[in-house]
């Protein structure tokens, strides 16, 4: 059986109970319902102020911004959800150093929560290298659901995994 990439580091009940889903094609369904809302954001222009709304809301006093562009290339496992490994630390120690926030394409067509999700993991990371505690208090300072919407951003990257 293929792993699941995006769920690797939870308990083998979540996976199977992911599986079942999966299988009775009832994922993206469910998914499609929870997170109706679709997001307006298409250019690097209009991503570049919606990420500086959020950091002037949330966090002014950190570094300016640079570059904040839509990237076909990234992988958002490597490079925003690698919670569980050290990649996270050389992947946010390029971010601070650069000040420049990178988010991977496929949340372009995805729901306005899990971009917005992303924009504050990525935002957290100009003040914390690390996925410690301190990160995920601001994560959650400026989003109060973002470990579910961490998680259901796996189940969401799941779907679009099994459907190709
Ligand atoms: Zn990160």
């Given at each position: 059986m293929e792993p699941l990439k995006y769920l690797a580091g939870y308990p083998p009940h979540v996976q199977e109970r992911v599986r079942e889903l999966i299988e009775q094609d009832r994922l993206g369904a469910m998914l499609a319902d929870k997170y109706a809302q679709a997001h307006a954001v298409r250019s690097d222009g209009q991503l570049y102020e919606y990420v500086q709304a959020l950091k002037d809301r949330h966090?002014?006093?950190?570094?300016p911004l640079g570059k904040v562009v839509y990237d076909s290339k990234l992988q958002v496992m490597k490079?925003?959800?690698?919670?569980?490994?050290?990649?996270s630390r050389v992947h946010g120690g390029k971010l601070k150093a650069s000040r420049e926030i990178r988010i991977a394409?496929?949340?372009?067509?995805?729901p306005a929560e899990f971009l917005k999700m992303i924009v504050v993991h990525e935002l957290a990371h100009m003040k914390?290298?690390?996925?410690?505690k301190a990160f995920y208090q601001l994560c959650t300072h400026m989003e109060p659901d973002y470990h579910q919407l961490e998680f259901d951003l796996r189940l969401f990257l799941t779907h679009l995994d099994a459907g190709r």
């Open positions: 966090m002014r006093k950190a570094v490079h925003a959800l690698g919670t569980h490994t050290a990649i394409t496929v949340f372009r067509d995805a914390e290298t690390d996925h410690n």
